[in-house]
């Protein structure tokens, strides 16, 4: 066992070595795990964790990432009870949020049988107070009762995709109302509410209870790029920040990956500018979000901003109002503006998308896609922007719903549909392994005399 310590993070890993004719297959993915993710309640005795794959496992290796106090504590070493199940002794403490991923971008020796690399999978669960879970007032059958007369308002009234999906949400209400009347604490209600708000399959969906948060659908994607083959097909491939890697090809052609919008890495983005001052007489440039899943579309907007000279329509967007006979207001109109106090580029520009893409950065590609000399490549992104809004259910449970249809310029909505690219690239698991379609078919595009 190898114990990787970069300060607080810890890597429980075993490490083995891939017998060189190894055929890579469809990577495994953890299908089951013992507490649940997002679990609010879980029994601070237990005393084992269990991941339960989708295909039959390397009993040879494992890799259980994390690190700090949110990390639960291994006792021994993880072991596999069969091929498909990997088991970690633990030991917990009460009334505390835990956080671990199955395999991570340093760690991945949790492996098929064929050698390929589980799809790395986060794990959050809070245990209970010593005396059981720990109720948070007003609670009871009334307030319950208060509480899903409120949510379900707020879906009527206030969730702009109540009707996106053609959901029966009065007999969703029905069904888990029983249960919902009968949660004995504010944890209990939100993960019961979480179940029938996973229905919705809407990723700007989730409740909070206190500290804690409750996401009731967690997305299964095809991610279109690999980092380990970009940086050696990359000429020059470096991390800038922590948010931004760049490169330059051998033709002039300048390589930027940025991979958040989080308000949380705008001095990081800041490196983001450096980059398109460094490219500024490049022949071409490569803007790659394919792992970026948002943050603040107005980071988004500044960046976008380098690369247009007037003002242009990207999107639109209207919000709920139900006592419209449409249900909702009038549209209005999201404007991108030239960035006056940034490094501008003129060049060809072609953007680098994925099913990793929603929400701001869903909007970053709608402004792309106005910038003159932009193309977007590669695949459609997911599909999700809701602008969501809290809504108090006065029992300790707040839940967050989308308040708006996120929309194209031509005020059609993409919600569920996603922003589809300009040139459409397919890249397999197996194949980014050891190169790059996307990023081929970028430089081909922006090809120099």
Known sequence: MRLYRPKTVLLLTILFLLPTATVLAVPPKVVETVPRNGDLNVDPKLREMRFVFDQDMRRSG???????????????????????????????????????????????????????????????????????????????????????????????????????????????????????????????????????????????????????????????????????????????????????????????????????????????????????????????????????????????????????????????HVYRSPDDPSGFGLPRERILKPNKRRPKYRGKVAVLTGQANMSSCEAFLLMMKQVPNGKLIGATSYGSSGNPKPVDLGNGVTVFLPSWKAMRPDGTCFEGQGIAPDLSISATATELKTADPILQAALALLAVP
Not at 62 to 70: H, L, N
Not at 120 to 125: D, E, I, K, S
Not at 215 to 223: E, M, S, T
Not at 227 to 243: E, I, M, N, Q, Y
């Open 62 to 316: 494992y890799s259980i990432c994390g690190g700090g106090p949110m990390f639960p504590k291994i006792v021994g070493r993880p072991r596999w009870a069969d091929s498909r199940t990997l088991v970690a002794r633990v030991q917990l403490s009460s009334d505390h949020e835990y956080r671990l991923s199955v395999n991570c971008p340093s760690a991945q020796n949790c492996r098929s049988a064929r050698g390929e690399p589980a799809v790395p999978y986060p794990v959050t669960f809070r245990t209970a107070g010593t005396g059981g879970p720990t109720p948070t007032a007003p609670s009871g059958p009334q307030a319950n009762a208060r509480a899903v007369a409120t949510l379900r308002e707020a879906i009527d009234k206030q969730y702009s995709y109540r009707d996106l999906h053609g959901l029966d949400w009065p007999e969703l209400f029905a069904r888990h109302t029983p249960a919902l009347s009968s949660a004995k604490n504010a944890t209990a209600f939100a993960e019961t509410a979480a179940k029938l708000l996973a229905n919705a399959r809407d990723m700007h969906i989730w409740l909070k209870v206190n500290d804690t948060t409750v996401y009731p659908f967690k997305r299964d994607i095809a991610r279109n790029y690999n980092r380990d083959t970009l940086a050696k097909v990359v000429p020059g491939f470096a991390k800038r920040s922590a948010a931004v890697y760049t490169g330059q090809f051998d033709n002039g052609v300048g390589y930027i990956l940025i991979d958040s919008w989080s308000r949380q890495h705008a001095e990081a983005l800041e490196q983001a500018y450096v980059a398109i001052w460094e490219s500024s007489e490049a022949p071409g440039l490569i803007v790659d979000v394919r792992p970026n899943g948002g943050g603040a579309e107005p980071l988004a907007q500044e960046f976008a901003g380098c690369f247009i000279d007037k003002p242009v329509l990207y999107a639109k």
